[in-house]
């Protein structure tokens, strides 16, 4: 098969997804244009505030979209094949990560636009609702600590002679130069935002080409900034405690913005590379469909492990935490929920296609001893050449891995943020010092994980990652499924993914778990056991009383909705 087939057919799936099982799903939720959401019902011009479905689906997208459904895949394809994993992929973002998001987002529209956690704590009562806070707390900390790894390992690179070029280049040290610099022109545009107030488009028009243009600098700045990977960590750290307690017109939402940009361009790099260097035959497929259902290694079993290492490119509880944090907030009218929730996860799901070409594009001399990002770089470098030309592989290959390490950044400021409001509300404790403990707690946790680790542990932690992510999709699942019960609706359709997910993820945790009891077991491998048991351990709390409430004959009625 060639890419442009495989990519056709996997987005003619997404198409028929879309419109007949995301139809089927907003047919069961009897969405009504009529009945007033909480953007109208709570409108404060903050948080609360009627958003057209275009514009929120763009926002919504990169949030969700960071850097999962690109490491995941990548990963997943080097241990286990390519097909298994596209397959999984289209499945998988089909049937449950779509079906999740729309679930998820309809749930907290319904129960006045709160968290899952609450819609949790008001249908499984308040201890439930603690047990999938700290849950939540622990998935988000596993979401640093892989990302933190992973991206320092993008940034760390010897001096490379590139084929054609004649002068010493450091591609580690051009994303790592590149990157900040990026964050540096985000921090500009949102002080000349507040200061100065010109009209976005304005700011558009100078702040996007000059997102480039530090894309180009730091191909003339590689060896600058060169350090190894702990010592980057350590700063990407220091990095998510300032920037989770900054406002966030200072840097969230100027970042987010010009992340967006970078998002749409990787995403037309990928189609035009896949379709151009396709149907040109500059670009072919060079890596195996399959290479077994078991394969060397801790993590090395088809099942459940490649479910569980592609995480984000099929099914993603963060994305849960996203719709009902702040998308919610924002639908307009009950019908958006479907484009929003259930098309932006579709999108993500070619972003994941897109990762997976990179890695079938690529020689095995290509991906040994790289880092997602590194291979992402080089694959998004290879498909820009074919139309460019192989003189702007440098800058091409630097573009792709700093699109890369932008959605790390936003994951990781988001993830900081929210572990420091799941802090805050399990300790009851409020104000500015309180927020820097608990920021510094949840910085401070992934910071020992990563001293502990040696070199390359990212993929140790990312099994870890994989599981806890998709758990709490299992968990939030859990809760729509007893709240759709109490209203007297079919939930069958959430139940079987429940059900799926929650067994796949549960089988990973009791694998690491013994894989931490062996007797050569690295110090990674015991953190993650330690780990594993407790999150085993607030998910079956939550399961056992899920289970009592959808087995009970006359459920109790359904509370009221918060308002």
């Not at 790592?176 to 000349?192: E, T």
């Not at 050569?520 to 407790?534: E, T, W």
Request: charged share 10%; with cysteine; net charge positive.
């Amino acid at each position: 098969m060639s890419l442009p087939l495989i990519a056709g057919v996997f987005l003619a799936v997404l198409a028929l997804g879309y419109r007949f099982y995301g139809g089927f799903i907003a047919r069961q939720f009897r969405l009504d244009r009529e009945v007033p959401t909480p953007a109208h019902t709570k409108h404060d011009g903050v948080d609360f505030v009627p958003t057209k479905p275009f514009y929120l689906l763009g926002q919504h997208f990169s949030a969700i979209a960071a850097a999962g459904p690109i490491a995941g895949p990548i990963l997943a394809a080097q241990q286990f094949g390519w097909l298994p994993a596209l397959l999984w992929i289209a499945v998988g973002a089909v049937f449950i990560g779509a079906m999740h998001d729309f679930a998820t987002l309809v749930a907290s529209v319904r129960h006045g636009a709160v968290s899952i956690a609450e819609v949790v704590r008001s249908h499984l009562g308040p201890t439930a609702g603690l047990a999938m806070l700290a849950f939540i707390w622990v998935a988000l900390v596993y979401v640093i600590v892989a990302f933190t790894d992973a991206t320092a390992a993008t940034f760390v690179s010897g001096d490379a002679e590139l084929e054609g070029l004649t002068f010493r280049f450091n591609p580690g040290g051009a994303v790592a130069f590149a990157s900040i610099a990026y964050l540096v022109l985000a921090v500009v545009m949102g002080l000349v935002d507040r200061y100065l107030k010109p009209p976005l488009w304005l700011q558009t028009l100078i702040f996007v080409p000059a997102t480039l243009g530090v894309v180009f600098l730091g191909t003339r700045m590689s060896t600058l900034l060169v350090m190894d990977a702990k010592s980057w960590a350590a700063l990407i750290l220091a990095y998510c405690f300032v920037a989770s307690l900054t406002p966030v017109w200072v840097l969230l939402q100027p970042r987010g913005y010009l992340g967006g940009f970078v998002l749409y361009a990787a995403l037309a790099v990928g189609v035009v590379g896949i379709f151009y260097g396709g149907l040109s035959g500059e670009l072919s497929i060079q890596q195996p469909a399959f290479v077994g259902f078991e394969v060397a290694g801790p993590s090395g079993m088809l099942f459940p492990f490649l479910f569980v290492t592609i995480a984000c490119g099929a099914c993603s509880g963060f994305h849960g935490l996203v719709c009902s944090g702040t998308t919610s907030k924002q639908i307009d009218q009950e019908p958006h929920c479907k484009p929003v929730g259930y098309g932006a996860m579709l999108l993500e799901g070619f972003v994941a296609v897109i990762a997976l070409a990179t890695v079938m594009i690529a020689t095995k001399a290509d991906l040994t001893g790289k880092a997602p990002g590194a291979v992402y770089g080089a694959g998004l470098g290879r498909f820009l050449v074919t139309v460019l030309g192989k003189e702007h592989l440098v800058f091409a290959t630097t573009f792709g891995a700093m699109a890369f390490s932008t959605f790390v950044f936003d994951t990781l400021d988001v993830s900081t943020r929210l572990g420091r409001y799941i802090l805050q509300e399990l300790t009851g404790k409020k104000g500015r010092g309180a927020a820097m403990v608990a920021t510094l707690v949840t910085c401070g946790v992934p910071l020992l994980f990563v001293f502990l680790a040696g070199t390359g542990a990212w993929r140790s932690f990312w099994t870890l990652f994989g599981t806890s992510n998709q758990l709490l999709a299992s968990l939030s699942l859990l809760g729509v499924c007893v709240w759709l019960k109490r209203t007297g609706r079919p939930f069958g359709y959430a139940l079987v993914p429940m059900v799926f997910v929650g067994a796949v993820t549960v089988t990973s945790l009791v694998l690491l778990v013994r894989e931490a009891l062996l007797p050569m077991s690295s110090a990674v491998s015991r953190v993650n056991g330690v780990v594993a048991v407790v999150l085993l351990a607030l998910a079956l709390s939550l399961f056992t009383v899920g289970a009592r409430a959808l087995l009970a004959r006359r459920p109790p009625p359904a509370p009221a909705p918060a308002v």
